[in-house]
Protein backbone atom coordinates (compact mmCIF):
# COMPACT_ATOMS: atom_id res chain seq x y z
CA UNK A 1 0.00 0.00 0.00
CA UNK A 2 1.09 3.48 -0.95
CA UNK A 3 0.35 6.96 -1.50
CA UNK A 4 -0.43 8.95 -4.31
CA UNK A 5 1.15 12.62 -4.56
CA UNK A 6 0.22 15.52 -6.19
CA UNK A 7 1.86 19.38 -5.92
CA UNK A 8 -0.45 21.81 -7.47
CA UNK A 9 1.38 24.69 -9.41
CA UNK A 10 0.30 27.15 -11.68
CA UNK A 11 1.43 26.11 -15.14
CA UNK A 12 1.98 22.26 -14.19
CA UNK A 13 0.19 19.20 -11.98
CA UNK A 14 3.94 17.04 -10.53
CA UNK A 15 2.63 13.50 -9.18
CA UNK A 16 4.21 10.40 -7.64
CA UNK A 17 4.25 7.53 -5.55
CA UNK A 18 4.96 7.33 -1.80
CA UNK A 19 5.84 3.79 -0.17
CA UNK A 20 8.23 3.10 2.38
CA UNK A 21 9.83 6.57 2.20
CA UNK A 22 10.27 6.47 -1.58
CA UNK A 23 8.99 8.70 -3.90
CA UNK A 24 8.95 6.68 -7.34
CA UNK A 25 7.10 6.77 -10.90
CA UNK A 26 7.41 10.98 -10.98
CA UNK A 27 5.63 12.68 -13.62
CA UNK A 28 3.35 15.76 -14.62
CA UNK A 29 0.79 16.87 -16.39
CA UNK A 30 -0.17 20.54 -17.87
CA UNK A 31 -2.48 22.62 -14.78
CA UNK A 32 -5.70 21.91 -16.36
CA UNK A 33 -8.01 24.84 -17.20
CA UNK A 34 -11.10 23.33 -14.74
CA UNK A 35 -11.86 21.43 -11.43
CA UNK A 36 -13.73 19.18 -13.59
CA UNK A 37 -10.43 18.66 -16.08
CA UNK A 38 -8.24 18.71 -12.15
CA UNK A 39 -10.44 15.76 -10.92
CA UNK A 40 -10.50 13.95 -14.49
CA UNK A 41 -6.17 13.84 -14.77
CA UNK A 42 -5.97 13.52 -11.04
CA UNK A 43 -8.19 10.08 -10.87
CA UNK A 44 -6.17 9.15 -14.44
CA UNK A 45 -3.17 9.03 -12.49
CA UNK A 46 -4.09 7.85 -9.20
CA UNK A 47 -6.16 4.76 -11.16
CA UNK A 48 -2.79 3.77 -12.67
CA UNK A 49 -1.31 3.22 -9.59
CA UNK A 50 -4.53 1.30 -8.03
CA UNK A 51 -2.53 -2.35 -8.46
CA UNK A 52 -0.28 -1.30 -6.20
CA UNK A 53 -2.86 -0.56 -3.47
CA UNK A 54 -3.40 3.28 -3.00
CA UNK A 55 -4.48 4.26 0.82
CA UNK A 56 -4.73 7.44 0.29
CA UNK A 57 -4.20 10.69 -1.72
CA UNK A 58 -2.24 13.74 -0.38
CA UNK A 59 -1.78 16.70 -2.07
CA UNK A 60 0.19 20.04 -2.19
CA UNK A 61 -1.39 23.43 -3.18
CA UNK A 62 -1.06 27.20 -3.36
CA UNK A 63 -3.37 29.34 -1.23
CA UNK A 64 -3.87 29.46 2.79
CA UNK A 65 -5.18 25.69 3.43
CA UNK A 66 -7.88 25.56 5.93
CA UNK A 67 -7.80 22.17 7.52
CA UNK A 68 -10.53 22.74 10.30
CA UNK A 69 -13.33 24.15 7.65
CA UNK A 70 -11.89 21.70 4.48
CA UNK A 71 -11.07 24.37 2.19
CA UNK A 72 -8.94 26.37 0.75
CA UNK A 73 -9.00 29.86 1.34
CA UNK A 74 -7.08 33.39 -0.60
CA UNK A 75 -6.05 33.58 -3.80
CA UNK A 76 -3.52 31.60 -5.93
CA UNK A 77 -2.47 30.90 -9.85
CA UNK A 78 -5.38 28.25 -9.86
CA UNK A 79 -8.04 29.95 -8.53
CA UNK A 80 -11.31 27.57 -8.93
CA UNK A 81 -9.29 25.43 -5.82
CA UNK A 82 -10.41 28.09 -3.66
CA UNK A 83 -13.64 29.18 -1.19
CA UNK A 84 -15.89 25.66 -1.29
CA UNK A 85 -15.18 22.24 0.63
CA UNK A 86 -12.59 20.94 -1.52
CA UNK A 87 -11.30 18.34 0.89
CA UNK A 88 -14.96 16.36 0.82
CA UNK A 89 -15.20 16.95 -3.00
CA UNK A 90 -11.87 15.37 -3.95
CA UNK A 91 -12.62 12.33 -1.54
CA UNK A 92 -16.18 11.66 -2.68
CA UNK A 93 -14.62 11.63 -6.05
CA UNK A 94 -11.60 9.63 -5.90
CA UNK A 95 -13.44 7.21 -3.07
CA UNK A 96 -10.05 7.62 -1.03
CA UNK A 97 -9.06 10.35 1.60
CA UNK A 98 -7.43 12.92 1.05
CA UNK A 99 -5.31 15.40 2.91
CA UNK A 100 -4.25 18.73 1.53
CA UNK A 101 -1.70 21.32 3.13
CA UNK A 102 -0.18 24.88 1.62
CA UNK A 103 2.99 23.85 -0.72
CA UNK A 104 5.59 25.73 1.03
CA UNK A 105 4.51 24.05 4.70
CA UNK A 106 4.69 20.46 2.73
CA UNK A 107 8.26 21.43 1.51
CA UNK A 108 8.97 22.10 4.98
CA UNK A 109 7.50 19.53 6.42
CA UNK A 110 9.98 17.04 4.35
CA UNK A 111 12.69 18.44 5.61
CA UNK A 112 11.81 18.38 8.95
CA UNK A 113 10.53 15.20 8.69
CA UNK A 114 13.05 13.13 6.82
CA UNK A 115 15.55 16.15 5.30
CA UNK A 116 17.93 18.75 6.81
CA UNK A 117 15.75 19.53 9.89
CA UNK A 118 15.28 15.80 11.22
CA UNK A 119 17.30 16.56 14.19
CA UNK A 120 15.98 20.12 14.65
CA UNK A 121 13.39 21.45 17.63
CA UNK A 122 12.49 24.61 16.03
CA UNK A 123 12.98 25.41 12.72
CA UNK A 124 11.99 27.88 9.78
CA UNK A 125 12.09 27.17 6.28
CA UNK A 126 12.58 29.63 3.69
CA UNK A 127 12.13 29.18 -0.02
CA UNK A 128 13.59 31.42 -2.78
CA UNK A 129 11.70 30.74 -6.30
CA UNK A 130 9.80 33.09 -8.72
CA UNK A 131 9.09 34.91 -4.85
CA UNK A 132 9.54 34.18 -1.38
CA UNK A 133 7.76 31.53 0.67
CA UNK A 134 8.12 29.77 3.90
CA UNK A 135 7.12 27.95 6.89
CA UNK A 136 7.58 27.58 10.61
CA UNK A 137 8.12 25.00 13.00
CA UNK A 138 7.87 25.29 16.79
CA UNK A 139 8.75 21.95 18.85
CA UNK A 140 8.92 20.36 15.37
CA UNK A 141 4.90 21.39 14.73
CA UNK A 142 3.54 23.66 11.70
CA UNK A 143 3.01 26.87 12.99
CA UNK A 144 0.12 28.51 11.12
CA UNK A 145 -0.70 31.72 12.69
CA UNK A 146 -4.03 32.79 13.62
CA UNK A 147 -5.02 33.83 9.74
CA UNK A 148 -3.24 31.29 8.52
CA UNK A 149 -0.35 33.04 7.36
CA UNK A 150 2.59 32.12 9.12
CA UNK A 151 5.52 31.53 7.25
CA UNK A 152 4.60 34.16 4.30
CA UNK A 153 8.07 35.44 4.56
CA UNK A 154 8.07 36.92 0.82
CA UNK A 155 5.86 39.77 2.55
CA UNK A 156 8.55 40.74 4.89
CA UNK A 157 9.47 44.55 4.77
CA UNK A 158 13.10 46.12 5.48
CA UNK A 159 12.91 49.17 3.82
CA UNK A 160 9.45 50.77 4.16
CA UNK A 161 9.19 49.93 0.49
CA UNK A 162 10.05 46.96 -0.77
CA UNK A 163 9.09 43.40 0.40
CA UNK A 164 11.41 40.14 0.67
CA UNK A 165 10.19 38.51 -2.44
CA UNK A 166 10.87 41.52 -4.96
CA UNK A 167 14.49 42.21 -3.96
CA UNK A 168 15.18 38.72 -2.50
CA UNK A 169 15.76 36.10 -5.33
CA UNK A 170 17.75 35.09 -8.44
CA UNK A 171 14.85 36.42 -10.59
CA UNK A 172 14.38 39.45 -9.82
CA UNK A 173 18.52 39.99 -9.96
CA UNK A 174 18.38 38.97 -13.27
CA UNK A 175 15.60 41.03 -13.75
CA UNK A 176 17.40 44.51 -12.09
CA UNK A 177 20.40 43.19 -14.44
CA UNK A 178 18.59 43.21 -17.66
CA UNK A 179 16.78 46.96 -16.49
CA UNK A 180 20.45 48.29 -16.19
CA UNK A 181 22.33 46.76 -19.10
CA UNK A 182 19.67 45.94 -21.68
CA UNK A 183 21.03 42.37 -21.52
CA UNK A 184 18.56 39.31 -21.11
CA UNK A 185 19.69 37.01 -18.54
CA UNK A 186 18.91 34.24 -16.40
CA UNK A 187 19.83 33.71 -12.67
CA UNK A 188 22.38 30.57 -13.91
CA UNK A 189 24.24 33.69 -16.09
CA UNK A 190 24.12 35.97 -13.15
CA UNK A 191 26.26 33.32 -10.84
CA UNK A 192 28.33 32.74 -14.00
CA UNK A 193 28.77 36.89 -14.40
CA UNK A 194 29.82 36.96 -10.89
CA UNK A 195 32.77 33.89 -11.23
CA UNK A 196 33.56 36.10 -14.28
CA UNK A 197 34.18 39.47 -12.43
CA UNK A 198 31.38 41.43 -13.52
CA UNK A 199 30.71 44.05 -10.81
CA UNK A 200 27.37 44.78 -11.54
CA UNK A 201 26.52 41.40 -11.38
CA UNK A 202 28.95 41.34 -8.07
CA UNK A 203 27.13 44.25 -6.32
CA UNK A 204 23.46 42.86 -7.26
CA UNK A 205 23.90 39.21 -6.37
CA UNK A 206 25.31 41.09 -2.89
CA UNK A 207 22.21 43.31 -2.37
CA UNK A 208 20.01 40.09 -2.42
CA UNK A 209 22.33 38.56 0.43
CA UNK A 210 21.84 40.78 2.10
CA UNK A 211 18.19 41.53 2.14
CA UNK A 212 17.59 37.75 2.59
CA UNK A 213 20.02 38.53 5.60
CA UNK A 214 18.14 41.12 6.70
CA UNK A 215 15.06 39.47 6.90
CA UNK A 216 16.11 36.28 8.56
CA UNK A 217 17.76 38.76 11.52
CA UNK A 218 13.94 39.70 12.02
CA UNK A 219 12.89 36.06 12.18
CA UNK A 220 15.91 35.16 14.32
CA UNK A 221 14.93 38.36 16.77
CA UNK A 222 11.28 37.21 17.00
CA UNK A 223 11.51 33.64 16.81
CA UNK A 224 14.78 32.15 17.53
CA UNK A 225 14.67 29.02 15.32
CA UNK A 226 18.29 26.75 16.00
CA UNK A 227 17.93 26.33 12.52
CA UNK A 228 16.94 27.99 9.20
CA UNK A 229 16.85 25.91 5.78
CA UNK A 230 16.75 27.13 2.48
CA UNK A 231 15.07 26.17 0.00
CA UNK A 232 13.92 26.72 -3.92
CA UNK A 233 15.61 26.86 -7.19
CA UNK A 234 18.67 28.98 -5.88
CA UNK A 235 19.57 26.54 -3.17
CA UNK A 236 21.16 23.82 -5.42
CA UNK A 237 24.00 26.82 -5.10
CA UNK A 238 26.44 24.88 -2.98
CA UNK A 239 27.75 28.65 -1.53
CA UNK A 240 24.28 30.25 0.01
CA UNK A 241 24.49 29.08 3.34
CA UNK A 242 27.56 30.47 3.77
CA UNK A 243 27.39 33.69 2.02
CA UNK A 244 24.14 34.41 3.80
CA UNK A 245 25.10 32.82 7.14
CA UNK A 246 28.13 35.43 7.32
CA UNK A 247 25.68 38.48 6.26
CA UNK A 248 23.42 37.33 9.32
CA UNK A 249 26.01 36.56 11.44
CA UNK A 250 27.48 40.25 11.13
CA UNK A 251 24.35 41.61 11.76
CA UNK A 252 23.97 39.62 15.17
CA UNK A 253 27.09 41.04 16.27
CA UNK A 254 26.46 44.37 15.59
CA UNK A 255 23.09 44.57 17.14
CA UNK A 256 25.12 42.35 20.51
CA UNK A 257 23.40 39.09 19.73
CA UNK A 258 25.61 37.17 18.36
CA UNK A 259 24.97 33.74 20.21
CA UNK A 260 21.70 33.68 18.74
CA UNK A 261 23.29 32.69 15.10
CA UNK A 262 21.08 29.65 14.00
CA UNK A 263 22.99 27.06 11.79
CA UNK A 264 22.21 27.13 8.39
CA UNK A 265 21.32 24.29 5.50
CA UNK A 266 20.16 24.09 2.19
CA UNK A 267 17.69 21.91 1.77
CA UNK A 268 17.33 17.87 1.25
CA UNK A 269 15.00 17.11 -1.09
CA UNK A 270 15.04 20.03 -3.41
CA UNK A 271 12.56 19.57 -6.39
CA UNK A 272 11.10 16.50 -4.71
CA UNK A 273 10.37 18.49 -1.30
CA UNK A 274 6.32 19.53 -1.85
CA UNK A 275 5.76 15.71 -3.00
CA UNK A 276 7.43 14.07 -0.13
CA UNK A 277 5.94 17.02 2.01
CA UNK A 278 2.36 16.28 0.91
CA UNK A 279 2.99 12.28 1.77
CA UNK A 280 4.42 12.86 4.81
CA UNK A 281 0.91 15.29 6.10
CA UNK A 282 -0.94 12.32 4.84
CA UNK A 283 1.25 10.04 7.03
CA UNK A 284 1.39 12.61 10.24
CA UNK A 285 -2.63 13.56 9.83
CA UNK A 286 -3.69 10.38 9.89
CA UNK A 287 -1.85 8.77 12.66
Known sequence: MGLVVFDIGGSAVKHGFWQDETLSEQAQFKTPKTLVEMKGQMLEVIEAHRTKGVEGI??????????????????????????????????????????????????????????????????????????VGGSIFINRQIYKGSHLFGGELGLLVSDQKTTLS????????????????????????????????????????????????????NVQVSMDPELVIIGGGVSAREELPTEIGKRLQELLEKHLVPEIMPEIKRCHYLNDANLVGAAMNFINMNK
Do not use: Q
Open 166 to 217: SVGTIVKVAKKYKELTGKEVTGKDIFELVENKDELAIKLLDEMYWAIAHALY
Open 58 to 131: GISSPGAVNVNERRIDGISAVPYLHHFPIFDELESYFGLPVTIENDANCAGISEIELGAGKEATNAVFIVLGTG
